[in-house]
């Protein structure tokens, strides 16, 4: 079973940056597809990016295509969120998920498996 940590939130301006990290513990990280979620006050959890178990495929909402990249080194069982450009409605908090069915990659909450504890990012105005 793999645990999840996630790791990275904070406060920062409008078109300014962050980088989230997810470090695996457990056997079976670089098999797992992993995802990012986020969930505002008042607003149903949606998923935000996504990556198969090499790193071949990923997936991003509309949202936050072209701002936020997502990436993976199996080697370090660390997954990452690279978020650029954020805005004010970026706020939220963001959870790494790891889906055992490492490809293709699933958008539906349901389908992980394993959750890291969230992390919160504020971006100000």
């Known amino acids: 079973q793999v645990q999840l940590v996630d790791s990275g939130g904070g406060l920062v301006q409008a078109g300014g940056s962050l980088r989230l990290s997810c470090q695996a513990s457990?056997?079976?990280?670089?098999?797992?597809?992993v995802g990012w979620f986020r969930q505002a006050p008042g607003k149903e959890r949606e998923l935000v990016a996504a990556?198969?178990?090499?790193?071949?495929?990923?997936y991003y909402t509309d949202l936050v295509k072209g701002r936020f990249t997502i990436s993976r080194d199996n080697a370090k069982k660390t997954g990452y969120l690279q978020m650029n450009s954020l805005k004010p409605e970026d706020t939220s908090v963001y959870y790494c998920a790891g889906d055992r069915v490492g490809w293709p990659i699933r958008t539906t909450q349901s389908d992980y498996d394993t959750w890291g504890q969230g992390t919160q990012v504020t971006v100000s105005s």
């Open positions: 457990g056997r079976g990280f670089s098999s797992y597809a």
């Open positions: 990556i198969s178990w090499s790193g071949a495929d990923t």
